[in-house]
């Protein structure tokens, strides 16, 4: 679904800065990983690279077959509307909407109509756990509640990647672990793809796998994965609850 080959990106000037050297990996359908590193290594650079904010040195980003690097920016901008979700560390959410209104955005860009729309938001308000908070204004939400405000508007348009960069950086810890399994429980839900870009050991643990990013490139980290932990026992809840046939 994405395939991410030899991606290299430098930046120029009086100090020229080589940030990304031959960064390469795939993700399926379903997959969601985490992207690790010390600050300043590349790892927001490497998501901007991915949705087509900026242009690599050289390297190609296909995301269902379509090589990004070669497209335009208008095409590039259609792509990111229809087919990629964003969840920002500092939410991004208009202050002058409705939490329903922040949410039904992308569909509203995307020209859907008003009742499949409103039917939309509600399920993923729903899914967020904010069913009861669609009129709410952003002022009256709390940050872990505002972060969901963020999935919920990442994940209306039913896009094919989630890319989540620092997401949980301005919560607190209880609200930053309840977020984290939203997210992970939502890109799984969609069938998405998912990136989570992140300091945190902790945050970096609900993926599936971890890559490291370093001054050499990106490397598999191998882990224990709660998330996959927790999916497994979600699973094995799921089938005591459902009747014998």
Known sequence: MLSVRNLSKSFSGPRPKTVLRDISFEL????????????????????????GLERPDSGQVLLDGADLCALGDDALTL???????????????????????????PLALNGIGKKPMLRRVGALLESVKLGERGESMPHELSGG????????RALVHGP????????????????????????RECVKEQGAAGI?????????KTADRTYVLTQTGLKAHAQASAGRQADRRRGVADRRRSPRS
Do not use: W
């Open 28 to 51: 399926a359908a379903g997959d969601y990983v985490a992207v690790t590193g010390e600050s300043g290594i590349g790892k927001s650079t490497l998501l901007n690279l991915i949705a």
């Open 79 to 105: 792509i990111r509307r229809k087919h990629m979700g964003f969840v920002f560390q500092a939410f991004h959410v208009l202050p002058y909407l409705t939490v329903a209104q922040n949410v039904a955005l």
């Open 145 to 152: 509640e505002t972060q969901r405000v963020a999935i919920a």
């Open 196 to 204: 989570l870009v992140t300091h945190s050991a902790a945050a970096a």
């Open 160 to 183: 094919r990647l989630v890319l989540a960069d620092e997401p949980t950086g301005n919560l607190d810890p209880e609200s930053a672990k309840e977020v984290l399994a939203l997210l």
